[in-house]
């Protein structure tokens, strides 16, 4: 469920503040009814809403995955006008947004759509939704430091709930883990390796619920199947 003057400025009637007036003016019906309150919350597939008469179209879901790179900002806008990830995506004339976020030297999955309440459910870590990595450091975790990972790591804003993390391989300088978390705290892993002395040197989100990168390449994007959706919302249940 949204706003109804959210519902209304996505639908191109006027802006969200314009479509407020509208509505206290009168002129706004959902499902016959006339509708002043600016509360009021509807859905905009099964909801029947009218502004002077006229039925407003219904607003397409739109689901998809992308391979964000390094170097792309998780947002629709920024304002030092460095590149979003939305200036990778092409072919979609709904307004959508990212579910989630990655930071500017992180990379992987990202899921973008205009379902305001999958998004919601998605970056809540109430819903215990699983985030997979693949992370490089330099060096490598000894077992006490592992045991520290899983069972959570002191960070400014509290300990973090426990991480799954198993090493992926290693070289001479470098050691790859995979890591799950559902918690999604600003730079949480980075900050998580960085606590017990550790640099990384790469991170990829390679999965997020039932959605993984697939043969995506990095700037590609893909949307997502009905199933998939559906498995995803029925995760998040």
Request: hydrophobic share 35%; net charge neutral; aromatic share 4%.
């Amino acid at each position: 469920m949204e706003r109804l003057q959210k519902v209304m400025a996505h639908a191109g009637v006027a802006s969200r503040r314009k479509s407020e007036e509208i509505i206290a003016a009168g002129r706004v019906k959902v499902n016959g009814e006339v509708v002043t309150e600016m509360g009021t919350k509807v859905d905009p597939q099964q909801d029947t809403i009218e502004v002077d008469g006229e039925e407003i179209e219904k607003e397409q879901k739109v689901y998809l995955k992308l391979y964000k790179p390094t170097g792309y900002v998780t947002t629709v806008k920024d304002p030092q006008g460095r590149n979003t990830v939305l200036d990778l995506i092409n072919g979609v004339d709904k307004r959508i947004y990212p579910a989630g976020r990655l930071d500017l030297d992180s990379s992987g999955l990202l899921i973008l759509t205009n379902d305001g309440d999958l998004t919601h459910k998605i970056t809540h870590p109430s819903h215990e939704l699983d985030k997979e990595y693949e992370v490089v450091v330099n060096g490598q975790l000894n077992n006490q430091e592992i045991k520290q990972f899983k069972e959570g790591i002191d960070l400014q804003e509290g300990r973090t709930a426990p991480a799954e993390i198993n090493k992926v391989n290693e070289d001479s300088k470098n050691t790859t883990y995979k890591v799950i978390i559902h918690e999604g705290m600003n730079r949480q892993i980075r900050r998580m390796f960085d606590v017990l002395g550790y640099k990384v040197v790469s991170l990829i989100r390679v999965r997020i619920g039932n959605i993984t990168l697939g043969h995506l390449k990095p700037g590609e994007h893909k949307s997502l199947s009905r199933e998939e959706v559906q498995d995803l919302l029925r995760l998040l249940q």
